[in-house]
């Protein structure tokens, strides 16, 4: 028989591991990294279909168009999109998510998924998880462990209570203990006994198993969880989760919080491929090197390398590396990294260095995502800005007015439905529009195809914030961007 499972997708982190590619702006779950679709797209179709109701995500007030836009691009319509003020770990976005459920299906089963991990053999996995439901059904704490192929101390790891089957049947059987992250020879004596597998963070229990266990373990937090979900407000089919309760949570994984402290745990022992892709390292791996050990996007050339990965982002450039051994090189167009292969765990030691030194770069990518569409500044100086700005189809920008700065409008690809004052106009391709300082003005796309215009500012100010608004679709206060 097949259960409905309730799939509990967490895509509000902001990993600095994978930086250039992923910054605090848009994170690596919403990148293309492998593939046409993003990490989170993958992750969302992997469960979706027969046996799945419609996903509940958990993300941050940043992250919630571009969910929602995400989701739509793969035909996926979300159970619920929750809004977490700020980033408390997985134990109390786990704990609000089975809160918000029990509201409608007490008797649902959740599956807690990040939604940055790679894992291709979808199939599979889900059959993992049809195996794995009669035993969350009757009460048990479920928790996923990975067949490990390396000496990996970059994870937790798994005890089980006995030696997973030769064909690695994905049979939950009781969990014997948690290891941490262990040193080099704890690890390689982990894998050699045969009896550890990798914790991957996915979850599957019923919401009533998992509210009693944070009722037995951890009653502060559900108290603060649950006072955050009954004040949430709607928004815009958002709900937003309260922030003063919230601000009040331990800031704690659902292991330490719950899980190490429980006696109803199983585990399911899952043998088929699975990256966390924690690491430039990881994506390497995952990616295929060829025989020499080489991996190198379309726009990278390698020449007489080995073990190396070479990834030029934007088709403009052209990334070269010659008698590279054991070498990362990622190349954005506002930032490059180059690492020895064993020290990519250390990338966010970069990210550190760039945000004591104040540079954007550490956190912001070039191209700036908004609810509308995205933009990105092609050239600047003291009192002019340039940017090419993408309009989704039906989207439109505020109605707002700069104090510092005018504006030539260019439209290089659609049309353009322009407010000025009191004067609404379409402006197509090759034609352009003035916008004087302190008019009030708007852009919408009136399309079926992206709008694409060329910004050019003049003023004495041009920062992001120069901006009154009046009236917008997107429900943003005074001072938002965009």
Not at 149 to 160: K, Q
Not at 192 to 218: C, D, M, P, R, Y
Not at 221 to 237: C, F
Not at 415 to 421: L, N, P, Q, R
């Amino acid at each position: 028989m097949t259960h409905i499972v309730h799939p509990i997708l967490l895509a509000g982190g902001s990993g600095t591991r994978l930086w250039p590619l992923s910054r605090k702006s848009y994170p690596k779950q919403f990148a293309k990294l492998m593939g046409e679709r993003s990490l989170f797209q993958a992750s969302a179709k992997r469960l979706a279909g027969e046996g799945f109701a419609a996903p509940v995500i958990l993300t941050g007030a940043d992250y919630r168009f571009v969910v929602t836009e995400q989701l739509a691009a793969v035909e996926i319509a979300p159970g619920g999109i929750l809004i977490e003020p700020e980033g408390r770990n997985t134990a109390p976005a786990i704990l609000a998510a089975a809160l918000e459920l029990a509201a409608r299906a007490p008797e649902a089963l959740m599956l807690v998924a990040p939604s940055d991990h790679v894992i291709p053999e979808a199939e599979s996995f889900r059959a993992a998880v049809q195996a794995a439901t009669i035993a969350a059904l009757e009460g048990q704490l479920v928790t996923f462990g990975i067949r490990p192929d390396r000496a990996e101390t970059g994870y937790g790891w798994l005890e089980m209570s006995q030696a997973p089957s030769a064909d690695f049947a994905s049979e939950p059987q009781p969990l014997k203990g948690f290891v941490e992250k262990p040193d080099s020879a704890t690890a390689e004596a982990l894998l050699n006994g045969g009896q550890h597998l990798w914790n991957a963070g996915i979850f599957l229990f019923s919401v009533k198993t998992i509210i009693a266990a944070f009722e037995a373990h951890a009653p502060e937090m559900l108290a603060l969880v649950r006072a955050s979900v009954d004040q949430a407000e709607q928004d815009l089919g958002f709900t937003r989760l309260a922030p003063g309760p919230w601000g009040q949570v331990e800031d704690i994984s659902i292991d330490y919080a719950v899980m190490e402290k429980a006696e109803n745990l199983s585990v399911v022992p899952y043998g088929g491929a699975w990256s966390d892709l924690g690491g430039w390292d990881a994506v390497w791996r995952e990616t295929g090197p060829d025989e020499a050990g080489v991996v190198v996007s379309a726009s990278a050339t390698a020449i007489d390398c080995h073990d190396t990965m070479l990834r030029a982002e934007d088709p403009r450039q052209q990334l070269v590396g010659i008698g590279l051994h054991d070498i990362i090189a990622v190349a954005m167009p506002d930032a490059v990294l180059v690492a020895h292969k064993d020290r990519a765990q250390d990338v966010k030691q970069a990210v550190a260095a760039l945000k004591a030194k104040g540079a954007s770069q550490a956190e912001t990518l070039p191209k700036d995502f908004r609810p509308w569409g995205w933009f990105e500044c092609l050239v600047s100086g003291s009192r002019f800005q340039v940017k090419r700005i993408t309009v989704h189809p039906g989207a439109a920008l505020s109605l707002q007015s700069h104090h510092h700065r005018s504006e030539h409008w260019i439209v290089v690809e659609g049309t353009a439905k322009v407010t000025i004052g009191e004067e609404v106009k379409l402006v197509s391709e090759n034609q352009s529009v003035y916008i004087p300082l302190g008019a009030t003005h708007r852009m919408e796309n009136p399309g079926k195809v992206p709008m694409v215009l060329i910004e050019v500012q003049t003023g004495s100010y041009l920062g992001e914030d120069d901006i009154i608004r009046y009236e917008d679709v997107y429900a943003r206060g005074q001072g938002a961007k965009g």
